[in-house]
């Protein structure tokens, strides 16, 4: 048997030019793979795991959204300028294209800055939201036949979704303030062995999809990974109307990827070093 080589990503952070850069190499890697062996049989066949900090988590989960949403053997459709286009790399990039700092300080201004003056808060003005409603807004324009991909649960990439078993998993990192570990949300379970001083983003939140829990929205679980000081706040994490913890830009623990990679890395090793045992397996679905 021939081997089958395994590629784990890990995208660092940089803003919105991570971002770019991200989406678009990983488009342009596949397209030319496909190229050379047919459509699908190249490097998204190999890919296993994306790992991403900040603008490099927001690129890398787009990109895994695209492939969540796109059936095996075809590219990506989307909407470029009101002008159809096509391929990984064009639809990647096309979303970054956008202004997203606008809306958020028109609300950090605004409707945010407003709310300092009063004796409670109200959550449609936190200027958070605005970005995030605005890159739903933009994914939705882009994709229209996919347009809730990015407001819908993180689950979904993986679930009952056309090209669902070609999706990587996703690991998006940030940074938990309090203690200054890592928090990552994926779509595997983290465990305190293979991921070492890290929080396990969708167990510490109760957004595993349980029959009595709401799972978060990709878009949310993206902008955790990067909450840039000012820019956006920190992201406030509550259990029972009661905030017990914070959220930061990934960047202030490691802006790399490259930590939670090499805990996928070593997950895989150890894996494979067991494959003779019949209950193998890479890492436990979430």
């Known amino acids: 048997a021939q081997p089958l080589p395994v590629i784990i990503v890990a995208a660092e952070g940089g803003g919105v030019r991570a971002a770019y850069w991200t989406a678009g190499l990983l488009g342009a890697i596949e397209e030319r793979s496909a190229s050379r062996g047919g459509t699908g049989s190249g490097f998204l066949r190999h890919l296993y795991a994306l790992s991403g900090v900040s603008g490099g988590a927001v690129g890398s989960s787009a990109f895994a959204a695209m492939i969540g949403q796109t059936p095996p053997g075809t590219l990506p459709d989307c909407t470029v300028d009101d002008a159809p286009a096509r391929g990984w790399r064009a639809c990647g990039v096309a979303l970054f294209g956008n202004d997203y700092l606008a809306p958020n300080l028109a609300a950090m201004l605004y409707a945010d800055l407003l709310q300092r003056f009063l004796?409670?808060?109200?959550?449609?003005?936190?200027?958070?939201?605005?970005?995030?409603?605005?890159?739903?807004?933009?994914?939705?324009?882009?994709?229209?036949?996919?347009?809730?991909?990015?407001?819908?649960?993180?689950?979904?990439?993986?679930?009952?979704?056309?090209?669902?078993?070609?999706?990587?998993?996703?690991?998006?990192?940030?940074?938990?303030?309090?203690?200054?570990?890592?928090?990552?949300?994926?779509?595997?379970?983290?465990?305190?062995?293979?991921?070492?001083?890290?929080?396990?983003?969708?167990?510490?939140?109760?957004?595993?999809?349980?029959?009595?829990?709401?799972?978060?929205?990709?878009?949310?679980a993206i902008h955790l990974s990067a909450r840039f000081?000012?820019?956006?706040?920190?992201?406030?994490?509550?259990?029972?109307?009661?905030?017990?913890?914070?959220?930061?830009?990934?960047?202030?623990?490691?802006?790399?990827?490259?930590?939670?990679?090499?805990?996928?890395?070593?997950?895989?090793?150890?894996?494979?070093?067991?494959?003779d045992h019949p209950r193998a397996t890479f890492f436990e679905r979430a």
């Open 119 to 220: 004796p409670f808060r109200i959550r449609a003005w936190d200027r958070a939201l605005a970005m995030e409603y605005a890159a739903e807004h933009d994914w939705a324009r882009l994709f229209a036949n996919h347009p809730e991909t990015l407001s819908g649960a993180t689950q979904a990439l993986w679930r009952g979704l056309p090209g669902s078993t070609a999706t990587p998993a996703l690991f998006i990192n940030g940074t938990f303030a309090e203690s200054g570990q890592r928090i990552v949300g994926s779509n595997v379970r983290l465990d305190g062995v293979t991921f070492p001083d890290a929080h396990d983003l969708y167990d510490v939140t109760g957004a595993r999809g349980e029959r009595d829990r709401r799972e978060m929205p990709l878009i949310s």
């Open 229 to 275: 000081p000012f820019i956006s706040p920190a992201g406030t994490l509550e259990a029972d109307g009661k905030a017990f913890g914070h959220v930061v830009d990934g960047g202030y623990f490691e802006n790399a990827g490259t930590a939670t990679a090499l805990d996928v890395l070593d997950g895989v090793i150890a894996a494979v070093g067991e494959l």
